[in-house]
């Protein structure tokens, strides 16, 4: 991703909006330095119940699944760690990207329970082949009776890594974020495969940490509740977007970037569809129509060991037409620190969402460029999912797992994943 090259007339704005934006990071440096007394960057849980319902599938499986740190090859397959097949190179049309299409295609095909429907967009430009990944979870794909044509919520992200340098991983960008739609899915998946006709309980051994101590004890899932207020148990549905070829090949420009999703846009536009609505009046639409929202996932989970790197890790709210879902993910990260589950660091304890970090959606135009933007520009409502400023590691040797911070990894795999599920069951 990039900043977009605009006119002055257009960055006078921005550069007054970074100015205070440094302002904030002062107060940020008084606030850390006080103690944590009055310190209002921390949100209090709004005790709502709005947030984190599945506390103990998150405690059971966070640990096991997304930790960052390497392991030796069968230790890690016998985790079942959806993170650390990332840490590797992604180039587009290369072995290395083979395989982890391959591991991704794998986890949902194998791994999980639910009929996912799974669709790979090949196509080549500049000399590459490149391979999108979408997989769904409709209602139809396991309900005959349900609508085919309910609004669908995206959730997606770049799996490629730049050519050069040589050898660059990719962790932020986007390693974890593809690990953790991985855990996404997993969640989503065992929540709406759970049988609630069986009296059986679904229990599991839970390890969890408390300080440096481990602990082992009988864990009971809570998912009946959400039958109980989802009686139907049909659910809104979902499509997880693995993209190719995000990165430029030489230097970021309209033609070198973002190669699948302007692939991908281009292709749901072009997927007419006509519909009949209730009263009979007969319209077109086409594949995009069908997002409710697009959430775009883009440089999470970086290390947070210096002032500047935890403000770098701050994702504004960019776009209006979604401010309400990032209300909701903001909302949710407020309960996730009133959790168990959160560090007591506090260094770990400041929110990277803020509801009055509104920042560029007064310009009335997208300013970073990033794979949201083919679909942007055909109108599909955007959440975009990035820390600005990026991350000091952006773009460097330095974006290695060594850099990834297990906090930000975990608290991101459960507000979203969190956030999914509220999605899915209203
Ligand atoms: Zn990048």
Same mark, same amino acid.
């Given at each position: 991703m990039v900043l977009v090259r605009l006119p002055l007339l257009l960055k006078l704005p921005i550069i007054l909006w970074f100015f205070f934006y440094n302002i904030d990071i002062i107060r940020c440096e008084k606030i850390l330095d006080n103690d944590g007394n009055n310190n209002d960057w921390l949100l209090n849980s709004s005790g709502s119940g709005l947030g984190i319902s599945q506390l103990k599938y998150h405690e059971e499986n966070l640990y096991k699944e997304l930790n960052i740190i390497p392991k030796k090859d069968e230790e890690e397959k016998s985790h079942n760690n959806l993170i650390l097949p990332f840490n590797g190179t992604r180039v587009p049309g290369s072995?290395?990207?083979?395989?982890?299409?391959?591991?991704?295609?794998?986890?949902?095909?194998?791994?999980?329970?639910?009929?996912?429907?799974?669709?790979?967009d090949n196509f080549q430009e500049n000399g590459y082949n490149f391979t999108n990944?979408?997989?769904?979870?409709?209602?139809?794909?396991?309900?005959?009776?349900?609508?085919?044509?309910?609004?669908?919520?995206?959730?997606?992200?770049?799996?490629?890594?730049?050519?050069?340098?040589?050898?660059?991983?990719?962790?932020?960008?986007?390693?974890?974020?593809?690990g953790i739609l991985l855990y996404l899915s997993k969640f989503i998946d065992t929540i709406y495969s759970y049988d609630h006709d069986d009296d059986m309980e679904v229990t599991s051994t839970l390890a969890y940490s408390i300080g440096k101590k481990w602990h082992k004890k009988k864990n009971i899932y809570d998912f009946t509740k959400l039958y109980d207020d989802n009686s139907s148990g049909t659910f809104k549905g979902i499509k997880i977007i693995f993209f190719d070829g995000e990165e430029a090949i030489e230097k970021w420009?309209?033609?070198? #970037?973002?190669? @699948?999703?302007? +692939? *991908?846009?281009?292709?749901?536009?072009?997927?007419?569809?006509?519909?009949?609505?209730?009263?009979?009046?007969?319209?077109?639409?086409?594949e995009l129509d069908n997002i409710e929202v697009f959430v775009l996932l883009d440089l999470l989970g970086s290390k947070s060991d210096t002032l500047e790197s935890i403000m770098g890790q701050r994702v504004p709210s960019y776009y209006s037409e979604t401010h309400m879902h990032y209300g909701l993910l903001s909302t949710i990260e407020g309960e996730y620190f009133e959790s168990n589950i959160s560090?007591?660091?506090?260094?770990?304890?400041?929110?990277?969402?803020?509801?009055?970090?509104?920042?560029?959606?007064?310009?009335?135009? #997208?300013?970073? @460029?990033?794979? +949201? *933007?083919?679909?942007?520009?055909?109108?599909?409502?955007?959440?975009?999912?990035?820390?600005?400023p990026f991350p000091s590691s952006w773009h460097t040797m330095s974006d290695t797992f060594a850099n990834l911070d297990q906090e930000q990894v975990n608290r991101w795999a459960i507000i979203l994943s969190e956030f999914t599920l509220s999605w899915m069951s209203s």
């Amino acid at each position: 991703m990039v900043l977009v090259r605009l006119p002055l007339l257009l960055k006078l704005p921005i550069i007054l909006w970074f100015f205070f934006y440094n302002i904030d990071i002062i107060r940020c440096e008084k606030i850390l330095d006080n103690d944590g007394n009055n310190n209002d960057w921390l949100l209090n849980s709004s005790g709502s119940g709005l947030g984190i319902s599945q506390l103990k599938y998150h405690e059971e499986n966070l640990y096991k699944e997304l930790n960052i740190i390497p392991k030796k090859d069968e230790e890690e397959k016998s985790h079942n760690n959806l993170i650390l097949p990332f840490n590797g190179t992604r180039v587009p049309g290369s072995l290395e990207s083979l395989k982890i299409q391959d591991y991704i295609i794998n986890h949902f095909n194998n791994t999980l329970k639910l009929n996912w429907t799974i669709e790979l967009d090949n196509f080549q430009e500049n000399g590459y082949n490149f391979t999108n990944m979408i997989f769904s979870l409709l209602p139809g794909n396991n309900d005959e009776d349900t609508n085919m044509n309910d609004k669908y919520l995206v959730l997606a992200v770049h799996y490629d890594t730049m050519i050069k340098p040589e050898g660059f991983i990719g962790a932020m960008d986007s390693g974890a974020s593809c690990g953790i739609l991985l855990y996404l899915s997993k969640f989503i998946d065992t929540i709406y495969s759970y049988d609630h006709d069986d009296d059986m309980e679904v229990t599991s051994t839970l390890a969890y940490s408390i300080g440096k101590k481990w602990h082992k004890k009988k864990n009971i899932y809570d998912f009946t509740k959400l039958y109980d207020d989802n009686s139907s148990g049909t659910f809104k549905g979902i499509k997880i977007i693995f993209f190719d070829g995000e990165e430029a090949i030489e230097k970021w420009s309209d033609d070198d #970037s973002i190669y @699948g999703s302007r +692939h *991908l846009a281009k292709k749901w536009q072009e997927q007419k569809q006509t519909i009949k609505l209730k009263n009979g009046t007969i319209i077109e639409t086409n594949e995009l129509d069908n997002i409710e929202v697009f959430v775009l996932l883009d440089l999470l989970g970086s290390k947070s060991d210096t002032l500047e790197s935890i403000m770098g890790q701050r994702v504004p709210s960019y776009y209006s037409e979604t401010h309400m879902h990032y209300g909701l993910l903001s909302t949710i990260e407020g309960e996730y620190f009133e959790s168990n589950i959160s560090s007591r660091m506090e260094s770990s304890r400041i929110p990277v969402l803020d509801p009055s970090n509104l920042v560029f959606e007064q310009f009335g135009m #997208s300013v970073i @460029g990033d794979d +949201h *933007l083919p679909f942007y520009d055909y109108g599909v409502p955007i959440l975009h999912l990035i820390p600005y400023p990026f991350p000091s590691s952006w773009h460097t040797m330095s974006d290695t797992f060594a850099n990834l911070d297990q906090e930000q990894v975990n608290r991101w795999a459960i507000i979203l994943s969190e956030f999914t599920l509220s999605w899915m069951s209203s």
